[in-house]
T-cell receptor
Framework: SQELEQSPQSLIVQEGKNLTINCTSSKTLYGLYWYKQKYGEGLIFLMMLQKGGEEKSHEKITAKLDEKKQQSSLHITASQPSHAGIYLCGADPTGANSKLTFGKGITLSVRP | DAGITQSPRHKVTETGTPVTLRCHQTENHRYMYWYRQDPGHGLRLIHYSYGVKDTDKGEVSDGYSVSRSKTEDFLLTLESATSSQTSVYFC??????????????FGEGSRLTVL
């Protein structure tokens, strides 16, 4: 089965600092999805990456997909307290376009 | 707004009792999912459905059953709850007009405690 390894497990940054988190797949990636979860709430979709080398941005968050490395990175520029939460990556384990499996998530704290 | 409602939102029950969680959507999306979230394990897929009476197992389906007799409702049943099933359960739907998209919309979660 496909495993998604996220690193680091948790991260504490000072407001205004940049940061990068990673998601590495044990198998071929058929699309990679980033989600964010605030404490006690459901997940919210951030971005989808489907092609190697693809890069997408939403506000101050940029995600990239390295298909050869089976890895995606998510970069936050000038972090703000609103960026705090759990970031999860998800992937389709079979390419059958029917379901997502997720990594364990990265907890991000942003200190004012 | 994906219009997903989970019920109950909180439940405490005893070992050995049956429990049913309900996920209701206000539109006619085909794909629905049940996940559980636990510290150290992240989010794991229990069961999913791709249409009325069409369901399939996820990675942690043992001890759970599901039913989908109507498009709008996806029920998750624990026939005999165990303490290991204490968790937060999330329902999600895929809102794509093409039937499936990895862009899922999640409910607010149902916190289940099995004593």
């Amino acid at each position: 089965s496909q495993e998604l390894e996220q690193s680091p497990q948790s991260l504490i940054v000072q407001e205004g600092k940049n940061l990068t988190i990673n998601c590495t797949s044990s198998k071929t990636l058929y699309g990679l999805y980033w989600y964010k979860q605030k404490y006690g709430e459901g997940l919210i979709f951030l971005m989808m990456l489907q092609k190697g080398g693809e890069e997408k941005s939403h506000e101050k968050i940029t995600a990239k997909l390295d298909e050869k490395k089976q890895q995606s990175s998510l970069h936050i520029t000038a972090s703000q307290p609103s960026h705090a939460g759990i970031y999860l990556c998800g992937a389709d384990p079979t390419g059958a376009n029917s379901k997502l499996t997720f990594g364990k998530g990265i907890t991000l704290s942003v200190r004012p | 707004d994906a219009g997903i409602t989970q019920s109950p939102r909180h439940k405490v029950t005893e070992t050995g009792t049956p429990v049913t969680l309900r996920c209701h959507q206000t539109e006619n999306h085909r794909y629905m999912y049940w996940y559980r979230q636990d510290p150290g394990h992240g989010l794991r897929l229990i069961h999913y459905s791709y249409g009325v009476k069409d369901t399939d197992k996820g990675e942690v389906s043992d001890g759970y059953s599901v039913s989908r007799s109507k498009t709008e409702d996806f029920l998750l049943t624990l026939e005999s709850a165990t303490s290991s099933q204490t968790s937060v359960y999330f329902c999600a739907i895929s809102e794509s007009e093409r039937g499936y998209s990895g862009e899922l919309f999640f409910g607010e979660g149902s916190r289940l405690t099995v004593l």
